[in-house]
């Protein structure tokens, strides 16, 4: 079963490619969208967990990675911020599936986007800085950055979904160049849906896709192994 589970999803998974970026926001801003110029498309809103972005103005190559990416662990998989950080495959398809959910909220209601940031970092970071799988649970001092209570709210809600989903419209953009062209482990998150327009679906609606049915059983077995070990390294 796992065997067909795997070769499934391998048929439905994308191979990482590159886009055209241009950070189109000028100077400091508060967490919440930012624009970009992707491939020419101008004012693209996306997500990414710095409060003072330093990415550059000028045209810059990115790699683009998708969740079904992160199931092969396939060369872009190795680009994310997570897996550039030595956290496993496994661990950080759960974890950037979490950031795909709350950024489906900050699609679908934009006062949440400022939430949604804190709460991506407060994750994302967190491992990236050594945190274990269980600093969601170990209060302020399990994460990175500021939390909000909305955005402990969202942690909250993020872990108790019983169900996960692979939106095949979730990209996560890496490898940006600051100012002075160098390379920064900043990465943003958001949907290709046009997002200008609003048009992202609603968690529960995406389970429809076909590559969201290979996730979810995927999701499940790789959350529950990860539990699993978990406890066996407390008992």
């Known amino acids: 079963m796992k065997q067909l589970l795997l070769a499934s999803i391998l048929i439905l998974a994308p191979s990482s490619w590159g886009a055209l970026l241009q950070y189109e926001t000028v100077g ?27 990415v550059t103005t000028s045209m810059y190559n990115s790699t683009v990675v998708t969740l079904a990416d992160l199931m092969t662990d396939n060369a872009g998989a190795q680009m994310t911020t997570l897996r550039m950080s030595g956290v496993s495959s496994s ?71 019983a169900s996960f989903f692979i939106n095949p419209t979730f990209r996560i953009f890496t490898s940006p160049l600051d100012a002075s062209h160098a390379r920064l482990t900043q990465e943003q998150t958001g949907y ?40 066996t390294s407390e008992g």
């Open 28 to 54: 400091s801003v508060n967490p919440g969208f930012l624009f970009f110029t992707i491939d020419g498309k101008q004012h693209q809103r996306l997500l990414f967990d710095e409060f003072n972005p330093n």
């Open 91 to 161: 661990t950080a398809l759960i974890f950037y599936t979490y950031v795909a959910y709350l950024d489906a909220k900050a699609y679908a209601g934009t006062a949440q986007a400022s939430d949604v940031v804190l709460a991506n970092r407060w994750m994302i970071d967190g491992l990236k800085n050594g945190k274990t799988v269980d600093f969601l649970r170990e209060g302020n001092t399990g994460g990175s950055g500021p939390l909000s209570q909305g955005a402990m709210n969202l942690l909250t809600e993020v872990q108790s979904q």
């Open 192 to 231: 290709i849906d046009d997002p200008a327009s609003g048009a992202v679906a609603e968690p529960k609606t995406l389970l429809g896709f076909a590559v969201g049915l290979s996730a979810i059983a995927f999701l499940r077995w790789r959350k529950l192994a990860l539990m699993t070990d978990t406890a």
